[in-house]
């Protein structure tokens, strides 16, 4: 008989992404049925632009498809220094930049070289699924602050959580998975509270671009020229270029980090996809015309879905950017919660949610509207009659 496998402890609780389960389980399902109407994944449903699907086509016929240095191209690097210094109005240069293979690998990046066994990461809710287990697999500990009744960030319960082992503090603006859009009295507040206590800052802003009213979504990097040295920005080609499958991201931030991430990639990942650096590079020089298109689809999208929840008399986060909305279900659950709502309504009515418990809020569940105007109407009947049950 073969011995039981024994995995680490590392990985033996750890369980695929939510997210990305859920989105395999509705593929799968689609396939039996011709009725799954799949709001799941967050996961534009627009081709990438042309300009980086040329670039990535002419960087395959030159035949140079090789290792590039391990924080990336120099040339990609030089113009992602001028994209965050003209995107977040705060200088930067190629050295402050890693290029990295996704933004789950920036992230992953960061946190592996910030948090070490017994240190505490603060992580407003809600939040988006994998930064809980990307802490913990840096043997660190993830402390999780409810939001206020109105789904603000809650700053005296934010500073309450913090203790001796607290080194760093997650922002996410705009939101996944809730669309929410940090304010400037919140940054302001929120860097304060860092400086304060002396706490690092990890910016996700891959969903900056995607921002529907209001002002555009600003950086705490911004609220203070002092604030370069505490704060580490995430970005990626993922959502706003609607370029996935690319896996394609970067960090920003202070050098001795930018240096430890390039090392810790250099052994452990070597340097990132030579094609996908020239797709993401066409992007950044200047913004391809299919950006603007796409958002003005999403803005649309958005407004029909959050008028469509609001008139099932469901309450939600304020969902100014990224593309989901967090309505609460509460009034709905059985004693499984969320998860057990989305399994009866997948496999009763065909609909694909994420439920909440996976971003640390129960009550709720996530729709993605990265999908057609159809789906979304339909999605919205499909719950109205779930909700009648
Ligand atoms: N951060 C957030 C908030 C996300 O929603 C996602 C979605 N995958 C990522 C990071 C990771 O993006 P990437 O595809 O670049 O890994
Ligand atoms: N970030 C997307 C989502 O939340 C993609 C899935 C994932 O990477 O977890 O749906």
Same mark, same amino acid.
């Given at each position: 008989?073969?011995?039981?496998?024994?995995?680490?402890?590392?990985?033996?609780?750890?369980?695929?992404?939510?997210?990305?389960?859920?989105?395999?389980?509705?593929?799968?399902?689609?396939?039996? %049925?011709?009725?799954?109407?799949?709001?799941?994944?967050?996961?534009?449903?627009?081709?990438?632009? =042309? *300009?980086?699907?040329?670039?990535?086509?002419? %960087?395959?016929? /030159?035949?140079?498809?090789?290792?590039?240095? #391990?924080?990336?191209?120099?040339?990609?690097?030089?113009?992602? $220094?001028?994209?965050?210094?003209?995107?977040?109005?705060?200088?930067?240069?190629? #050295?402050?930049?890693?290029?990295?293979?996704?933004?789950?690998?920036?992230?992953?990046? +960061?946190?592996?070289?910030?948090?070490?066994?017994?240190?505490?990461?603060?992580?407003?809710?809600? =939040?988006?699924? /994998?930064?809980?287990?990307?802490?913990?697999? #840096?043997?660190?500990?993830?402390?999780?602050?409810?939001?206020?009744?109105? @789904?603000?960030?809650?700053?005296? +319960?934010?500073?309450?959580?913090?203790?001796?082992?607290?080194?760093?503090?997650?922002?996410?603006?705009?939101?996944?998975?809730?669309?929410?859009?940090?304010? *400037?009295?919140?940054?302001? $507040?929120?860097?304060?509270?860092?400086?304060?206590?002396?706490?690092?800052?990890?910016? !996700?802003?891959? @969903? %900056?671009?995607?921002? @529907?009213?209001?002002?555009?979504?600003?950086?705490?990097?911004?609220?203070?020229? !002092?604030?370069?040295?505490?704060?580490?920005?995430?970005?990626? $080609?993922?959502?706003?270029?609607?370029?996935?499958?690319?896996?394609?991201?970067?960090?920003?931030?202070?050098?001795?980090?930018? /240096?430890?991430?390039?090392?810790?990639?250099?052994?452990?990942?070597? /340097?990132?996809?030579?094609?996908?650096?020239?797709?993401?590079?066409? =992007?950044?020089?200047?913004?391809?015309?299919?950006?603007?298109?796409?958002? &003005? +689809?999403?803005?649309?999208?958005?407004?029909?879905?959050? !008028?469509?929840?609001?008139?099932?008399?469901?309450?939600?986060?304020?969902? &100014?950017?990224?593309?989901?909305?967090?309505?609460?279900?509460?009034?709905?659950?059985?004693?499984?919660?969320?998860?057990?709502?989305?399994?009866?309504?997948?496999?009763?009515?065909?609909?694909?949610?994420?439920?909440?418990?996976?971003?640390?809020? !129960? %009550?709720?569940?996530?729709?993605?509207?990265?999908?057609?105007?159809?789906?979304?109407?339909? #999605?919205? =009947?499909?719950?109205?009659?779930?909700?009648?049950?």
């Amino acid at each position: 008989m073969a011995p039981a496998m024994k995995l680490s402890p590392t990985v033996a609780d750890l369980s695929l992404s939510v997210t990305l389960a859920l989105d395999a389980r509705a593929k799968e399902l689609a396939r039996e %049925r011709d009725d799954i109407v799949n709001m799941a994944v967050g996961e534009p449903d627009f081709p990438a632009p =042309a *300009a980086c699907l040329e670039a990535a086509e002419r %960087r395959l016929r /030159s035949g140079h498809v090789k290792y590039t240095p #391990a924080a990336g191209t120099p040339s990609l690097r030089a113009t992602i $220094a001028r994209y965050v210094t003209e995107t977040r109005g705060v200088p930067y240069e190629a #050295a402050d930049i890693v290029v990295c293979h996704s933004a789950k690998h920036a992230l992953s990046g +960061a946190i592996l070289a910030l948090l070490g066994a017994g240190d505490e990461m603060l992580i407003p809710l809600p =939040a988006w699924v /994998s930064y809980f287990e990307m802490v913990k697999i #840096a043997g660190a500990t993830p402390v999780l602050v409810p939001p206020r009744p109105d @789904y603000r960030p809650d700053l005296e +319960a934010i500073e309450r959580a913090i203790g001796p082992r607290t080194r760093a503090l997650l922002l996410c603006s705009p939101s996944n998975p809730s669309g929410y859009v940090l304010d *400037a009295d919140e940054l302001r $507040a929120l860097t304060d509270l860092a400086r304060r206590h002396d706490l690092w800052i990890l910016s !996700d802003e891959i @969903y %900056r671009r995607l921002v @529907y009213e209001g002002p555009p979504a600003g950086s705490p990097v911004a609220a203070g020229a !002092d604030l370069r040295e505490r704060v580490a920005i995430v970005d990626g $080609a993922s959502k706003c270029f609607a370029m996935t499958g690319f896996r394609i991201g970067f960090l920003c931030g202070p050098r001795p980090l930018i /240096s430890a991430v390039t090392n810790l990639h250099s052994q452990m990942t070597g /340097s990132p996809n030579a094609v996908s650096q020239d797709a993401y590079e066409a =992007a950044l020089v200047e913004e391809p015309p299919e950006v603007a298109t796409m958002v &003005r +689809a999403f803005a649309e999208r958005r407004g029909v879905l959050v !008028d469509g929840l609001r008139a099932l008399g469901l309450s939600l986060p304020e969902p &100014r950017g990224a593309f989901y909305a967090f309505p609460d279900v509460g009034a709905y659950l059985d004693e499984r919660g969320s998860v057990g709502f989305c399994a009866d309504l997948l496999e009763d009515r065909g609909l694909a949610l994420v439920p909440g418990a996976a971003f640390g809020m !129960d %009550r709720h569940v996530r729709l993605s509207y990265a999908t057609s105007l159809a789906n979304i109407r339909e #999605a919205l =009947a499909r719950l109205g009659e779930f909700l009648k049950r």
